[in-house]
């Protein structure tokens, strides 16, 4: 991503526009097209034009991001302090459009400094933050405790569970009462901890039980529109409807010796009929209904289509005509059966769901506590009250600008907070002469956080609303569109619009009916590649024989351990090319075992890899070593922990020590420890930590074991540097319990298990290690090569849903599929849709990670792949236009996927088959010099950085000469596509407006030489038209016995009659004169090319030459020299 | 018995609790968990079973409650464990009641909690198979039936048939082979002609009975296959080189049970490459 690039005009155009803080706007952005960075902007040009930063309320979704944005105005802010006057304008002038000026420049250069002293400061801050401060100035109107605390995630959900609890024990304490019949009823439904999920997953609806509740006008009436929705009677019981079974039966048991004699002529199906009216005679109860059902019902009690055979029916039309009545009456009969059980087990569950949460309320009233939920619903009706209307003036006095980054994770009622702030914006407001905007960006087909409320539908919706209120001509409006992205390759943007180009698809992405807005790269982004692997599939299974576990140390593999292997195989390849592991991002929809092994993979293969980006603490191995050796000093009889923590890297003592202290002992292991005086180090290394755990608080211990006796060193050393996370988040979990509770060693642990804290790693400053997450946590991240690996998951979301939301407003507490009634069905597909839809916009943000290369593959089942999941929506839009090729591990073909096409070289399959053959890495990997061009990086313009980097320094009196570079380049990529005659007027408007800081002469001498240059007789065909820049070109080359794969981009190419031209910029500085000075590696990358072409022109010449741009030169490579160039790359 | 299981899943296990002799302890105050209903609920039918074996009491209902009442004592100091709990058990017991009363019609004698081994040679030393069976019925047709009660998940057949799940076919081994004391003297061997489980959740339903079905041989083949493979086991670990390796089976690779930690599963689960072998 470092590599310069050129950004066209119209893009920054629109950047610009979208940063015109005059105006309010809605940018509608692509994943990777800046929207941040332009959110930032505009807060600067506020800045710029003299806004008071006290002025400007900036929402965030994330504190993180509100920090990240914070901090990116303050670094811009800081570095225009340090800049030049002409720098400084050329960077108001990038971010407003406008040129600076000496007012202007002194202005930017005080912003860093009034932005930090303003009393309140720039606002940046979640709507949370927002609301808290409000809150915290107007509690009498906002009827909120004048001190109150915000109650954090973790508090709420002990506070809920402390309170859930309470119900249910007074629930078991009286059986009879509401809450014991309740918790009876369920109970039968749901194993203990299953019932407690799922009184969790009511209280997170606690928005929709309260108004459920409130607008039926309680519990128990809420409870009644239940029944009438589900279509049964209140006082229906189980009993009650098992009994309408036999009591309004349309054939009574006294008729069923008739009907038993009129089966008896039938065949097999008929006569079963005759067995189940027999023992449903003899039975009683459940059973006796059962049996009777087996003539009218499948095993799975779908009415049977033909209740008798063709011979009964006609034989004995009355008796078809009253079992087939019969069978629609007991059928109704078992669909009230479901439809009660639903409505007793909801019943049950929001009777104890709504105690808790009315106790919720009411304690958190009494302690002065508000959580997340409460600060956006008293700020809401702080809004709404009359007698707040001054609160509304003071902020009105307040705000003039918000802008709103991430819109499309913003929840309908935030946006109503939003939308209440703003309003007066329109109005005139509190001071009608002030200019005011809203800003809002956003991504509808990024959003991912439903479970957190977010509302994709919402963005569009807003946006409509705004634009109604704000496009005026006295205010001013734009919606803005950013297609272009500065993070990936046109290839892998190419893949994102095909995969949601369908209808059917997009419309789960996007509001717009248009479908998903095109997706553009940069011009001189490297172009990329998508990559298809087959599916691991299961080999034929074996059964597994239990009885030889214990010896089958080649137990078979699975296919995710297999897939995880060959990810490792992969990475391991293109790292040997010159990929950096930190340039590898691997995503999972979830963490699980395939997650997990393609860590392991990545480990056992030597990749470097950051370890689970999250984590439960108390399951991290070296905080489990910290907790036994906790419980072995509390407990020396605690021989088991005493053994951890002896294996640990603490003490180190292999299995051999252990063993000669364990084996055969008489006591306990510390005696045991006490007694061998091999063991006198240990033993009294331990008994110094049994005095330091007696004296010292839980983290001063754990401070001093890892800190002062080195524990902390002796860890890493053992587990690597990730267990420093790990041990970090544990020493403050003790700090932080120490300032709550009586510091105790017992007390720490005990609570430190029963809290499972999680500690999450931060992937965006990573290390140089492949980051393995799933696509939630990678939002916003970026990484040169990005393969998604979980993908033949059912689309969907995690599980099924346990809570139904009827189209009423209703809840219902639902079980298997099969026990679902009508309503129910309807409101579980609403779900699955929504679950679907958001399964679909994951997928576009993990195609969207990845800035040139993407790999999609993943594990198939014992069956075939569910419908619609990412495999298949990424296989079916793309696999038409896949070329199989050889895989880069030799292992079969995989299929890529190019936008642009690449030139149809014939893929030598015996050639791919000895590279598979070989097993191991082809040679030609090991092989340095090579590097450059069969990396699977494609070569391009933009690599000559990478030859800047390899060269001294260019001082910085050489910008000019860059420039010059920039301006050739783009002038040489861009004029060819024009007519001759239009060729000179066009250069000179294009210098006059990207070359201002040339002088006239010197932009007129550029644009004479590139016009000659096109001109060149020599290499006229180059520039003709029908030739092309920036051709894809991939292909075999066998010389010397060798086959090497040969990847890139051909800067020019033309195909004549009789010869084909091919020609590679070159940004050198000074360029090359001579043959002799011309890196050895140019050559080598053109005979490559020239060697594909040779291939597939067997009949034409190939010419090649190298264009130097910075003496805009051209310089024709001989053939001689090529062919000595690509024989010394096969020696090498 | 269920040593076999760990013998086959995690050596390890084996190695640390018998070997090294490490024992797990509790933490002081944890709560109940699911494996402690398992034993209070498992607990009070076993004690039905036993004490009711030779005849029913006049309440088998009201009988069974009190057992249960019994056995949840020791969780006073959890109410929450109880108030989850009770309801369960009491659905369990009312099934349990009409299941085994209409089960007995069939049944010569009834045994619970009974203890039988079997011993052979291996080697130089002689190996013995002891295992305590939930619930043995000496059918009236005088074959054997052998029943486990389960609070959790009943074992498949096929985890029966290819020795995943061993207790079963292997108490039949006893059975016909071994020596299995009972009140009313030894029983004497012979033909197994049922293997079931019976979960007991108190859900919907309440209770329910899984005979095994075997896709291949009788109760008695598999009875025999078991033992035969239990032989060739245990003669191979006889051998001194043989390693206790932990976590073998790929089914458990990434946790097992308490051993775990002190095999530093994770350590090398994730930085792989060591051999691990606990000897």
Same mark, same amino acid.
């Given at each position: 991503m470092s590599a310069p690039r050129t950004i066209p005009d119209h893009v920054l155009d629109v950047q610009v526009s979208a940063a015109d803080p005059d105006v309010s706007a809605f940018v509608s952005a692509n994943a990777g097209s800046g929207k941040t960075y332009v959110l930032a902007q505009r807060v600067i040009n506020l800045l710029l034009r003299g806004v008071d930063p006290a002025k400007i309320l900036c929402i965030t979704f994330t504190k993180a991001a509100a920090a990240n944005m914070a901090n990116e105005v303050f670094k811009r802010l800081a570095d225009w302090t340090k800049l030049d006057d002409k720098t400084l304008d050329d960077r108001i002038r990038r971010s407003t459009g406008g040129s600076g000026d000496a007012a202007k420049r002194a202005r930017a250069r005080r912003l860093f400094a009034s932005a930090l002293e303003?009393? &309140? &400061?720039?606002k940046v801050q979640t709507i949370h933050a927002f609301c808290t401060r409000l809150l915290h100035q107007f509690p009498f109107e906002a009827n909120v405790a004048a001190r109150f605390t915000v109650l954090d995630e973790a508090t709420t959900t002990q506070l809920l569970d402390e309170l859930t609890t309470d119900v249910l024990l007074e629930a078991s304490a009286e059986p009879e009462g509401a809450f014991g019949k309740a918790l009876a009823a369920a109970i039968v439904i749901a194993a203990d901890q299953t019932f407690k999920d799922v009184i969790g997953d009511a209280i997170a609806e606690r928005d929709a039980i309260e108004a459920w509740i409130a607008r039926a006008g309680g519990v128990e009436q809420a409870i009644g529109e239940l029944s009438a929705t589900f279509g049964v009677a209140p006082d229906d019981t189980k009993e009650s409807l098992e009994q309408e079974f036999f009591s309004h039966s349309l054939i009574p048991e006294s008729e069923w010796p008739a009907l038993i004699e009129a089966l008896e002529s039938g065949s097999k199906a008929d006569t079963n009929h005759i067995d189940a009216l027999t023992a449903a005679r003899s039975a009683s109860g459940r059973d006796r209904i059962d049996s009777y059902l087996r003539i009218f019902c499948t095993a799975e009690l779908e009415p049977r289509k033909n209740i008798v055979t063709k011979k009964i029916a006609e034989g004995h039309p009355q008796w078809f005509d009253r079992l087939k009545a019969e069978q629609g009456r007991v059928c109704a009969l078992l669909a009230r059966e479901r439809a009660l059980a639903a409505r007793d087990r909801t019943a049950a569950l929001i009777t104890i769901a709504a105690e808790v949460i009315a106790r919720y309320a009411r304690e958190k009233e009494r302690r002065g506590l508000l959580d997340y939920d409460d600060l956006i619903d008293k700020t809401l009706a702080l809004f709404g009250r009359s007698s707040a209307a001054w609160v509304l003036y003071k902020l009105d006095l307040g705000i003039d600008h918000v802008l709103i980054d991430e819109a499309q994770d913003t929840s309908p009622k935030q946006w109503d907070i939003v939308e209440t702030i703003v309003s007066e914006f329109t109005q005139g407001g509190a001071r009608p002469n002030v200019r005011r905007t809203v800003f809002a960006v956003g991504d509808e087909k990024q959003s991912i956080f439903s479970f957190q409320g977010a509302a994709p539908l919402e963005f569009d919706a807003r946006r409509r609303l705004f634009e109604r209120q704000f496009d005026t001509p006295e205010l001013g409006w734009k919606y803005l569109r950013f297609h272009h992205s500065f993070r990936s390759g046109q290839n892998v943007l190419g893949s994102v619009d095909r995969v949601f180009s369908g209808s059917a698809v997009f419309a789960s992405v996007t509001t717009d009916a248009a479908g998903v807005p095109p997706h553009e790269a940069l011009p001189n982004a490297a172009p990329g590649l998508v990559e298809l692997w087959p599916l691991i599939a299961p080999a034929d299974k074996k059964e597994m024989e239990g009885w030889d576990a214990p010896f089958d140390t080649e137990s078979e593999e699975s296919p995710r351990v297999q897939l995880a292997r060959r990810i490792a195989a992969n990475v391991k390849i293109w790292m040997a090319h010159g990929l950096k592991a930190g340039d590898v991002l691997v995503l999972v929809r979830q963490r699980g075992p395939l997650f997990e092994a393609i860590i392991r993979a990545l480990k056992n293969a030597g990749v470097p890899v950051a370890g689970a980006d999250r984590l439960v603490l108390t399951e991290h191995i070296a905080v489990m070593d910290l907790m036994a050796l906790a419980d072995a000093l509390l407990l020396p009889d605690d021989d088991l922990a005493l053994a951890c923590v002896l294996k640990?890297?603490?003490? &180190?003592?292999s299995e051999e020590q252990l063993f000669d202290l364990a084996w055969n002992r008489k006591s306990s292991l510390r005696i045991s420890l006490h007694a061998n005086a091999d063991f006198a180090a240990t033993n009294s290394a331990l008994e110094d930590l049994a005095k330091a755990a007696r004296d010292m608080t839980p983290f001063g211990f754990f401070a001093h074991v890892l800190g002062a006796l080195r524990g902390r060193a002796k860890i890493l050393a053992r587990l690597g540097p990730e267990a420093n996370d790990a041990l970090d988040e544990f020493l403050n979990l003790a700090l932080d319990y120490e300032t709550r509770e009586t510091p105790s060693l017992q007390g720490f642990l005990a609570w430190l298990r029963a809290a499972r804290s999680e500690v999450r790693r931060d992937m965006e400053l990573a290390r140089d290690e492949v980051r393995v997450m799933t696509v939630h946590g990678a939002k916003g991240l970026e990484a040169n090569t990005v393969i998604l690996a979980d993908t033949t998951t059912p689309p969907g979301g995690p599980r099924d849903p346990r809570l139904l939301k009827l189209a009423n407003g209703a809840l219902a507490w639902a079980t298997a599929r099969a026990a679902d009634i009508r309503v129910m069905t309807e409101a579980r597909e609403r779900s699955q849709q929504d679950a679907r839809d958001e399964y679909r916009r994951l997928l576009y943000v993990a195609m969207t990670r990845a800035a040139e290369r993407l790999i999609i593959c993943g594990v198939q089942g014992a069956r075939k792949i569910p419908d619609g999941c990412w495999y298949q929506l990424v296989g079916d839009a793309l696999s038409a236009d896949c070329k199989s090729e050889p895989a880069d591990d030799g292992d079969g073909e995989v299929l890529r996927f190019r936008k642009r096409e690449a030139l149809p070289v014939e893929i030598r399959k015996d050639a791919a088959a000895k590279v598979a053959k070989a097993a191991t890495l082809p040679a030609w990997l090991t092989r340095d010099a090579a590097a450059d061009v069969a990396a699977p990086r494609t070569v391009t313009p933009s690599s000559a950085a990478d030859d800047d980097a390899a060269r001294p320094f260019v001082a910085a009196g050489n910008a000019m000469a860059l420039l010059r570079g920039t301006l050739v380049h783009r002038l040489m990529q861009s004029l060819p596509d024009i007519p001759p005659e239009l060729r000179a007027k066009a250069a000179a408007d294009y210098l006059a407006r990207r070359g201002k800081d040339l002088d006239q002469a010197q932009r007129d001498a550029i644009a004479e030489q590139v016009l000659r240059l096109l001109d060149d007789v020599r290499f006229g065909g180059l520039f003709l038209p029908g030739s092309r820049a920036e051709v894809p070109i991939v292909g075999w080359v066998e010389t010397g016995g060798k086959t090497i794969r040969v990847s890139g981009q051909i800067d020019r190419l033309a195909v004549t009659p009789s010869s084909v031209l091919i020609a590679d910029y070159k940004t050198n500085r000074p360029a090359p004169g001579r043959i002799e000075d011309v890196p050895p590696g140019y050559l080598r990358q053109l005979a490559l090319y020239r060697a594909v072409l040779t291939k597939l022109y067997p009949k034409k010449s190939v010419t090649a030459a190298l264009i130097w741009t910075e003496a805009t030169e051209i310089m024709e490579i001989s053939s001689t020299a090529l062919d000595a160039a690509l024989a010394g790359n096969t020696l090498a | 018995m269920t040593a076999v299981e760990d013998w086959l899943r995690d050596p390890y296990t084996i190695y640390a609790r018998y070997v090294l002799k490490l024992q797990p302890l509790d933490a002081v105050d944890t709560p109940p968990g699911a494996r402690d209903r398992g034993t209070v609920i498992h607990g009070a039918i076993g004690d039905y079973t036993a004490q009711f074996a030779a005849e029913l009491p006049a309440d088998p209902s009201q009988a069974l409650r009190k057992l249960g009442d019994k056995r949840f004592a020791p969780l006073g100091d959890f109410p929450e464990a109880r108030a989850f709990w009770w309801p369960r058990f009491l659905r369990i017991a009312q099934w349990f009641v009409s299941w085994d009363a209409a089960r007995r019609d069939g049944i010569e004698t009834l045994h619970a909690e009974i203890r039988g081994e079997l011993k052979f040679p291996v080697g130089k030393r002689e190996f013995t198979l002891s295992a305590i069976a939930d619930r043995i019925e000496r059918r009236k047709d005088g074959s054997y039936a052998i029943i486990d009660y389960k609070t959790g998940a009943a074992r498949t057949e096929k985890q029966v048939r290819t020795g995943l799940a061993p207790q079963l076919t292997l108490e039949a081994a006893i059975l016909r082979a071994g020596k299995v004391e009972s009140k009313l003297g030894n029983l004497a061997p012979g033909s197994v002609s049922e293997i079931a489980y019976v979960t007991l959740k108190g859900g919907e339903p309440a209770g329910k009975q899984l005979s095994v079905d075997f896709k291949e041989g009788t109760p008695d083949t598999q009875a025999d296959h078991a033992l035969g493979k239990l032989k060739a086991l245990a003669a191979q670990f006889e051998d001194p080189a043989t390693p206790y390796l932990s976590l073998v089976h790929p089914m458990w690779r990434n946790h097992y049970g308490d051993y775990d930690h002190l095999a530093r599963v994770k350590e090398w689960s994730l930085s792989g490459g060591d051999e691990e072998d606990g000897e």
């Open positions: 303003t009393p &309140g &400061g720039l640990s890297p603490l003490f &180190g003592l | -």
